[in-house]
Nanobody
Framework: QVQVVESGGGLVQAGGSLRLSCTVS????????MGWFRQAPGKERDVVSC????????VYADSVKGRFLISRDNAKNTMYLQMNSLKPEDTAMYYC?????????????????WGQGTQVTVSS
């Protein structure tokens, strides 16, 4: 059974930075595409960024390009999301996905359950 644990969220002022982490167990991490998704109150869950199993391909939502950086450490079964220049509209619950992530020109996760997520709140 795939298990993910997200961490690193918090309250930050606009313009600040946070680094999210996602530790994964229960699958072959170094052969899994992974991604970060977020859901703001009253809105659907949307993709933020995805990374291929090798780390060679990354995809970002237009709203975060140039501000967020996704990375992974296959030796630690951990994925990261460095978030810089945060804006109030980045406020959301952030979730990571380690299975069923499909990467093309964008990325998606059509099926699968979600972990607890980590809350990011950006004040203006």
């Amino acid at each position: 059974q795939v298990q993910v644990v997200e961490s690193g969220g918090g309250l930050v002022q606009a313009g600040g930075s946070l680094r999210l982490s996602c530790t994964v167990s229960g699958l072959r991490f170094d052969r899994s595409n992974m991604g970060w998704f977020r859901q703001a109150p009253g809105k659907e869950r949307d993709v933020v960024s995805c990374i291929s199993w090798s780390g060679g391909t990354t995809v970002y939502a237009d709203s975060v390009k140039g501000r967020f950086l996704i990375s992974r450490d296959n030796a630690k079964n951990t994925m990261y999301l460095q978030m810089n220049s945060l804006k109030p509209e980045d406020t959301a619950m952030y979730y990571c996905a380690a299975d069923n992530v499909v990467i093309g020109r964008t990325c998606s996760r059509p099926v699968g359950s979600w972990g607890q997520g980590t809350q990011v709140t950006v004040s203006s």
